[in-house]
């Protein structure tokens, strides 16, 4: 199957499994705001800045590795090294949480409960280790029609069982069961799909290789990880669970949108970009076509969020949750910057240069990120960390866009040409429905249907003039993905 096809069939199974597993966490998320409230959505928030941390480090980098690598330059000792590797430091991060990071959490958020809460939520980090090897394998052969099966299949099982949780009384057990679940359940259908089992071998020779690519991605996602988490932390720790769990739900509502929409082109394009990394033209091809696809899907969803914000929170979730609104305003937008800029970290990584990626999240994260969310939380609590990630989003899209600029030529001036036309397009449907809100003073329920509704049929006319051609071609290369021989597994 040529590399095109590959991209479009991968992207198309990608996006089921990503909207499909959104739409349900979503359906889910709206039922288990309604049986539980923020702070049980806080303490959950708390423990998972810690969880999270421990599973970035057991990672080590050696997944993005085997799937950077080409694929003549892998015998199967690599896939054994790599995950005896991350079973043991997950086994070993098991044990730190145990016994150095629940006290810690403890002390930190004055939260008794995180002491029994963190050891149960940490079992996902180790059974997260047995699937990911049979999911890099997929993802290498970029056959990602049993990964969309899987995820929703996921999703679905372990949201039902925390909604029954929640409606017996469970309250944030419900939430922690769900993760783990998901985990669990992931694990289990990955080998019986993939059916891969690793040898008792490890090779030292090809771990350091491994390492030698993965070491530069640990070190970013690690500063990622603080990029994307001290705005959880900080309001942890000075504001409140009540004040976290506001916030985690307009985080949620946005970044987890973007994050699966990206999720869907990265995935996809990691292994595509590794496989062109001498060609640069084809690179820059991908790369602002990319850009361009990422907003017409993005910048939408991202604009109902700025304008009717009062609907979706007072609506979906209740007035218990109006907190999250002035954030995900805030929030909503700094997503749409980020959007901007395409997908430029795997563009670093699948050229060989994770280092570059790894020092620009070291710059921005030390000089920006951590500086402007610490001054925001405490002048102005939720609303002020969200303004210091906005601002934090429009300082990195310029120092990324220029190392983009210096490895492939792209100019800031041809990607912004690339998506002027859908956030131009999207500004002016904003200002129009919020128009008719400020003036007709219309109740949150009908403004919220009237909005989508406009949204639908206005943005839905821009792609039908402006963005036929794009339209057709994705209709075209859709069909040829329905006649496209499947991989074999």
């Known amino acids: 199957m040529k590399l095109n096809n590959k991209i479009v069939s991968g992207i198309g199974w990608t996006s089921i499994s990503a909207f499909g597993t959104q739409g349900l966490r979503l359906v889910f998320k709206l039922i288990l705001a309604k049986l539980l409230l ?24 050696l997944n993005s590795a085997l799937i950077q690598k080409r694929k003549e330059a892998l015998p199967p000792s690599y896939f054994d090294t790599a995950f005896w590797s991350n079973l043991l430091i997950s086994c070993f991060g098991y044990i730190v949480i145990i016994l150095a990071v629940a006290p810690f959490a403890v002390w930190f958020y004055e939260e008794e409960i995180l002491g029994t809460l963190l050891p149960v939520l940490a079992l996902s980090i180790i059974i997260n280790a047995f699937y990911v090897i049979p999911k890099v394998i997929l993802s290498r052969r970029m056959n990602f029609k049993p990964q969309a099966f899987i995820e929703i299949s996921a999703a679905g099982v372990s949201g039902m069982v925390a909604v029954v949780l929640a409606y017996a009384g469970y309250g944030v057990w419900a939430l922690a069961f769900n993760g783990i679940l998901i985990s669990l359940t992931s694990a289990v259908l ?11 071998h490890f090779d030292w020779e090809a771990f350091r290789d491994l390492f030698g690519f993965g070491s530069k991605v640990l070190i970013e996602r690690i ?4 990029t ?44 595509a970009y590794a496989s062109i990394q001498d060609n640069i033209d084809q690179i820059r091809h991908y790369y602002l076509q990319l850009a361009k696809l990422k907003n017409l899907f993005i910048s939408p969803i991202m604009m109902i969020f700025v304008v009717l914000a009062d609907g979706v929170i007072r609506v979906g979730f209740g007035e218990d949750w109006q907190a999250a609104i002035f954030p995900l305003r805030i929030l909503a937008l700094a997503v749409i910057i980020s959007t901007i800029g395409g997908s430029a970290t795997i563009v670093m990584r699948s050229m060989g240069r994770p280092d570059l990626s790894m020092r620009l999240n ?33 300082i990195r899209l310029v120092f990324y866009q220029y190392q983009i600029k210096r490895l492939t030529g792209i100019t800031f001036f041809q990607l912004i040409k690339q998506v002027s036309g859908a956030l131009f397009t999207c500004l002016m ?10 003036t007709l003073s219309i109740p949150p329920l009908p403004m919220l249907i009237m909005g989508c509704v406009m949204t639908l049929i206005l943005y839905g006319l821009y792609l039908h003039f402006f963005e036929k051609k794009l339209v057709g071609k994705v209709r075209e290369l859709a069909k040829i993905k329905k006649k496209s021989a499947r991989p074999s597994i």
């Open 228 to 271: 994307l988490n001290i705005d959880y932390i900080l309001i942890g720790k000075f504001i409140g669970d009540s004040a976290l769990g506001a916030y985690t739900l307009a985080f949620i509502l946005t970044n987890t949108f973007m994050k699966q929409v990206s999720g869907i082109l990265n995935k996809v394009l990691y292994p």
């Open 190 to 200: 990955y080998f019986i799909k993939v059916q891969w089992t690793p040898q008792l």
């Open 362 to 394: 070291i710059l921005c994260t030390t000089f920006s990120t951590v500086p402007l969310v610490i001054i925001g939380s405490q002048l102005y609590g939720i609303n002020g960390a969200a303004a210091g990630i906005l601002c934090d989003r429009v």
């Open 223 to 226: 500063f990622s990880f603080f």
């Open 429 to 438: 449907i904003g200002v129009l429905i919020y128009s008719l809100y400020v």
């Open 38 to 61: 923020p702070e049980h959505y806080g303490i959950i928030g708390m423990a998972a800045v810690f969880i999270s941390f421990v599973e970035v480090i057991s990672e080590l980098g």
